[in-house]
């Protein structure tokens, strides 16, 4: 399977998608509906999963989907499809950014394939399994920062489960003592891609489902950084929990997420 030639189409599919949705967002058309407390989805996220796992179903036939919206729900025997169709939907809702669309290709639980489309910005992040992460077609890297000290975190605060907020905030009170500053911009996603990107340094949050995270992984990965979950290993696909850092920092940071989450 040639993962550059599967992520080439991928980044056509999602970003025709995304034109799409931004098009019609600009004509008004939008229909919020709740799925749950501080839990938004609109017509514009099932249409978007709608169209990207029909384009989806051409590129790999063979494989099921992992889909946020349930659009379909089959899974395939060895590849899946990841689907955030709108990942941010409180800050699309709001007409604030960033919000993308977010595509992983998982061989068995391995992410191969990773693409997130930032839809404000237009920024098309890219990853496949050894070629490298890219953004708008050129090669990008993890940040240098090399302590906590000297790092610019991103996380996102829980709206919905409440469950670990206060272990949560613990390990929050302590990082804001020691790095440069703390942002949440409301997209895991987004949070990810910017991780591979430079632009921050180190990222965690509880409560992540596939789809948040998927191409995210890849792309911090093929970037030189570090993931893992809040115990230092790797169930951080499906156990709802992620730390992903540029890989130099990495112990220092791990550790004291660690030390409060896991209380």
């Not at 993308?100 to 998982?106: K, M, N, T, V």
């Not at 098309?124 to 708008?136: I, V």
């Not at 929990?241 to 004291?256: G, L, M, P, R, Y």
Request: proline share 2%.
């Amino acid at each position: 399977m040639n993962y550059k030639e599967i992520c080439n189409s991928v980044e056509l599919l999602a970003r025709t998608v995304g034109d799409k949705i931004q098009q019609l967002r600009a004509e008004g058309q939008l229909v919020v509906e709740a799925k749950g407390h501080n839990d938004f989805v609109t017509q514009m996220d099932k249409l978007s999963e709608r169209m990207l796992v029909d384009g989806l179903a051409k590129i790999v036939p063979e494989a099921g989907f992992i889909a946020e919206e349930s659009t379909r729900t089959d899974r395939g025997a060895v590849y899946n499809w990841i689907v955030d169709p709108i990942d941010g939907t409180t800050n699309f809702i709001h007409g604030v950014a960033p919000y993308c669309i977010s595509i992983g290709l998982a061989e068995s639980e391995t992410i191969v394939v990773g693409v997130i489309y930032e839809l404000v910005h237009r920024e098309m992040f890219t990853a496949w399994k050894d070629g490298g992460a890219y953004l708008n077609g050129t090669r990008i890297h993890v940040s240098e920062a090399p302590t906590v000290s000297q790092s610019l975190l991103i996380t996102g605060f829980p709206v919905y489960d409440l469950s670990r907020a206060k272990e949560f905030l613990g390990a929050l009170d302590e990082l804001m003592q020691k790095v440069h500053a703390v942002r949440s911009i409301g997209s895991a996603a987004a949070d990810m891609a910017f991780v591979a990107a430079g632009r921050y340094d180190a990222f965690f949050e509880y409560n992540l489902k596939p789809y948040d995270v998927a191409a995210g992984c890849i792309l911090v990965s093929e970037a030189g950084g570090k993931i893992c979950d809040f115990r230092g290993g790797n169930d951080y696909l499906f156990g709802k929990e992620i730390i992903a850092t540029n890989s130099k920092n990495h112990c220092e940071f791990a550790e004291i997420v660690a030390r409060h989450m896991n209380k």
